[in-house]
């Protein structure tokens, strides 16, 4: 009789069919989002193209996440004016409500910042920090006459007024901020009235607690109530590259690739056909000019640094008994203090990296400049130039005015010689004329 082998059946195809359901659901469901989301970004430095680039992708991916709100965490002494309207622009047209929170505590947003902030549609500082001071400048540093500067100065209020009346701020702090440089600590910009901020927080938490349940008015005049309580909070950082674009605009980094870019085409000049210094010279001087682009650049202080690399290549060529190296020493020190011409601390370069830069790029340019001279002070080896002042010996006798046969170089050679000089006698080479020696006696 055929006994059946027994099959052990849990539920079924049916059951794990449901059982892949139950799971494919729970998947998708612990991977959406619960409630709300806020994206952050951060900007910690000066207001530059590399810096609108950053927060132009922040805003895109709040948008195309549907975020409650972008929060834009901003530190910074100031920076260009047009990447300022750019910047705004983006924020704005965003369709994310966006939040400018100034922090954390003993930090400001000066100048391009003190605009951001106030085109924003929640602005907000952290205890102990500071927004101003929007007077407008020159990029170089250089100054402007009285007209250029008042025109400046009124077109960069009038934009103040309309952020602020946009969104209902005070106008007259704004204006005063780009006319006469005004600056306001947190406690001063939420108890003016109208106000220029709208809270305190002393960090991104304590905002979203702050400003949940809120009713903002859009720049297009919509009313948006935001629900923030308990939202989760997504990070954009920058991209590698924008990380390290920003940080060639650091005054300290750009005056190093200056020095360095100056330096490398020095010495690719000195000695053509090296080809890597003129290239790393290049690049830093390209990375330099991107950087000196966003900085108040002195052309004075430009101009006194390649004064003194002109000074330190003469002193090697020139006898001037150390004038001309202490000029070019002193000429790159005072041309580095005044390079970047800001009264700001964070725009600076200190005197910790002015002195062994100065140093060490004096003692570079004097060494390989000393070598190069050197090198051209020795005599020739190769060529007609270099059997002048060889030695031979005779192979025949030589009367003077005539001819015979020297060896010299491990080569036969003919010569002619203004004295006799007997077979076997050493001689030295003074004249070259095609095929023909002159020689003398040794």
Not at 278 to 284: M, N, R, S, W
Not at 333 to 346: Q, R
Request: aromatic fraction near 6%.
């Amino acid at each position: 009789m055929r006994t059946r082998r027994p099959v052990f059946r849990v539920g079924g195809w049916p059951a794990l069919r449901a059982a892949g359901l139950v799971f494919l659901f729970a998947t998708t469901y612990a991977q959406a989002p619960r409630g709300p989301v806020v994206y952050t970004a951060e900007v910690d430095g000066i207001i530059q193209p590399i810096a609108f680039e950053y927060l132009r992708g922040a805003i895109e991916k709040a948008d195309a996440a549907n975020a409650a709100l972008l929060v834009i965490t901003l530190r910074t002494p100031g920076g260009l004016l047009d990447t300022t309207r750019d910047i705004n622009n983006a924020i704005i047209r965003a369709k994310t409500p966006v939040a400018v929170w100034v922090g954390p505590s003993g930090n400001r947003a000066a100048s391009a910042g003190f605009l951001i902030t106030m085109a924003a549609d929640v602005a907000a500082m952290a205890p102990g920090t500071h927004i101003g001071a929007a007077h407008p400048v020159t990029g170089d540093g250089s100054k402007m006459d009285d007209t250029m500067a008042k025109k400046m100065a009124s077109d960069t209020a009038s934009y103040g007024r309309t952020l602020a009346q946009q969104r209902k701020r005070n106008a007259v702090l704004i204006e005063q901020a780009v006319i006469d440089s005004r600056s306001y600590t947190e406690q001063e910009a939420i108890g003016a009235q109208p106000p220029l901020i709208d809270v305190v927080a002393s960090d991104i938490p304590d905002l979203l607690a702050k400003i949940d349940g809120r009713a903002i008015v859009r720049f297009d005049g919509r009313t948006e109530t935001l629900h923030v309580a308990g939202a989760a909070t997504q990070a954009v950082q920058m991209t590698w590259a924008q990380r390290v674009l920003s940080a060639v605009a650091h005054p300290q980094i750009a005056y190093l690739l200056l020095t360095l870019g100056m330096l490398g085409l020095t010495v690719e000049f000195w000695s053509p056909g090296a080809i890597f210094p003129g290239v790393a010279g290049g690049i830093c001087l390209l990375l330099a000019f991107f950087a000196l682009q966003v900085l108040p650049v002195s052309f004075a202080g430009v101009l006194l640094i390649l004064l003194g690399l002109v000074l330190l290549i003469l002193e090697v060529k020139v006898t001037s008994f150390g004038v001309l190296a202490v000029g070019g020493i002193a000429s790159l020190f005072f041309g580095s203090l005044m390079l970047i011409d800001s009264p700001l601390p964070e725009l600076q370069i200190g005197l910790r990296l002015i002195v062994p830069v100065t140093l060490s790029l004096a003692g570079i340019l004097l060494f390989l400049v000393n070598l190069a001279v050197k090198a051209q002070k020795q005599p020739a080896v190769t060529g007609v130039a270099g059997m002048i002042a060889e030695t031979g010996s005779a192979l025949t006798s030589i009367d003077p005015g005539g001819v015979g046969r020297v060896q010299t170089h491990g080569e036969i050679w003919t010569a002619t010689a203004r004295e006799h000089i007997a077979a076997g006698e050493r001689v030295r080479i003074t004249e070259v004329k095609g095929l023909l020696l002159t020689v003398r006696k040794a």
